[in-house]
């Protein structure tokens, strides 16, 4: 338990579904993430939010849409996805994000994405 | 730009053997160097890291030294349990960045009783 839940834990779409997956973390953090872990692929960062603010969206589709009420709370709002977007999807946070040191990422234990 | 490259797995052990799992990068500056851990079912944990050169990070039981020479991060463990079986990634966070990891592919490591 690193103190950063995901739910659903598993989640099966259709290509014009819309559905959005959740992330909360109890650690006080500040800085929030997305990651994607695909087959055979490294984790691909997708989006980094700091304060709620967005600091970083990695060339992600548009059929991704992130939002971060409060720090936390993280959303991945998804619509029209593709069978390429079948993935596990990873949220971590951290103390300060891009305004601290290297810190460590404490990472959720992702939600299981088929899109069909 | 920064890329990680660890062995293929997977990597399948008698319980108690000796492990070496490879790691090599290459980066801008001087980054610091992550071993990370994923059993089944659950997210990444972190298990050791070091921040600079000839730093070795190490916990339970696992060890890594950081070789600026070699580019290398290498982990090892005396003596794996059936426990240990997980997905291990090596990662990086370059020198000019405060959140930006990069991952290796992941290795599978399977230890049998």
């Known amino acids: 338990e690193t103190g950063v839940t995901q739910t659903p834990r598993h989640l099966v779409m259709g290509m014009t579904n819309k559905k959005s997956l959740k992330c909360e973390q109890h650690l006080g953090h500040n800085a929030m993430y997305w990651y994607k872990q695909s087959a055979k692929k490294p984790l691909e960062l997708m989006f980094v939010?700091?304060?709620?603010?967005?600091?970083e969206n990695n060339s992600v589709p548009s059929r991704f849409s992130p939002e971060c009420p409060n720090s936390s709370h993280l959303f991945l709002h998804l619509h029209t996805l593709q069978p390429e977007d079948s993935a596990l999807y990873l949220c971590?946070?951290?103390?300060?994000?891009?305004?601290?040191?290297?810190?460590?990422?404490?990472f959720g234990p992702g939600t299981r994405l088929l899109v069909l | 730009g920064d890329s990680v490259t660890q062995m293929e797995g997977p990597v399948t052990l008698s319980e108690e053997a000796f492990l070496t799992i490879n790691c090599t990068y290459t980066a801008t500056g001087y980054p610091s160097l992550f071993w990370y851990v994923q059993y089944p079912g659950e997210g990444l944990q972190l298990l050791l890291k070091a921040t600079k050169a000839d730093d070795k990070g190490s916990n339970k039981g696992f060890e890594a030294t950081y070789r600026k020479e070699t580019t290398s991060f290498h982990l090892e463990k005396g003596s794996v349990q059936v426990s240990d079986s997980a997905v291990y990634f090596c990662a990086l966070m370059s020198g000019g960045s405060n959140y930006k990891l990069t991952f290796g592919k992941g290795t599978l490591l399977t230890v049998n009783p």
């Open positions: 939010y700091s304060l709620e603010e967005r600091v």
């Open positions: 971590a946070s951290s103390q300060n994000g891009p305004t601290g040191g290297q810190e460590t990422q404490y």
